[in-house]
């Protein structure tokens, strides 16, 4: 014998009752879809539960929502989804880190000698800083490093650059892989190591970008050991 539930489905009284939501959109953007796998455009929604009986909504049942709708596929997201960086917003989060980390580690270094700015130069036009010279980079260090308010002498990152280091670092490492956040650490660690061992202003610098991108201390020295041992 089918349970009520199952007789009233095969007398089609599910038919007759039911749960109808109405759908009210109260903003709208870009986001990565999780189902697209790409960025699209959104809708931001409230919605309305009433119990319904022939399809006529009788009895209000509360609302439900926000949800996140994506226009294209029209799947419905929690607004968690909207924490995921677009793609656009991603690669920009990217390069901004990257030139962060790099002038750090070229005001650290002191005086930057002309090997530090040239693989300075190569990692920030790989970054996508096309235009990015030597003679460019060399102004801003000097203006960190005559910036007592950022860079003191002889505090390492100083805590003002410090900073600026978690503030382009923090929001990115969420969205990073493992072999991500080690990529931009390297890429900082061979421009210490163009023109010699690490300093103490060099280290101290790497320990704060490895801490921004919420990396342990025994990896951010696992890492920084091996680069030194990896002939450039």
């Known amino acids: ?14 038919r007759v009752l039911g749960v109808h939501t109405t759908w009210t959109t109260v903003g709208d953007g870009e986001f990565f879809c ?4 790409g960025d699209r455009n959104f809708q ?17 049942r509360g609302e439900t929502g926000p949800v996140v709708q994506c226009a294209a596929c029209e799947e419905q997201f929690g607004t968690d989804a909207l924490d995921h960086p677009t793609t656009h917003r991603f690669s920009a989060m990217l390069r901004d880190a990257v030139h962060t980390v790099v002038l750090a580690v070229l ?9 530090a ?3 300075a130069v190569g990692t920030l036009r790989g970054a996508g800083f096309d235009d ?42 969420p969205h990073l892989a493992p072999a991500g956040r080690e990529s ?13 061992p690490y300093s103490a202003s060099e280290r101290d610098v790497l320990g ?16 920084l050991v091996a680069a030194a041992r990896t002939p450039s």
């Open 34 to 37: 999780p189902g697209c796998g």
């Open 184 to 196: 931009i650490l390297l890429q900082g660690a061979r421009i210490a190591l163009a023109d010699g």
């Open 107 to 115: 005001a650290a270094g002191g005086s930057s000698s002309r090997q």
């Open 132 to 173: 990015c010279s030597e003679e460019q980079l060399a102004a801003l260090v000097e203006a960190l490093m005559t910036d007592a308010g950022r860079l003191p002498e002889h505090c390492g990152a100083g805590a003002g650059l410090a900073i600026e280091l978690h503030e382009a670092l923090d929001p990115l490492a």
């Open 44 to 60: 931001r929604r409230t919605g309305r539960r009433r119990f319904t009986v022939l399809g006529m909504p009788v009895v209000p």
């Open 1 to 14: 014998m089918l349970p009520i539930w199952g007789r009233m489905r095969r007398n089609g009284v599910s």
């Open 117 to 119: 700015l040239e693989s």
């Open 208 to 223: 704060t970008v490895g801490a921004a991108l919420t990396m342990c201390t025994d990896e951010v020295n696992q890492l």
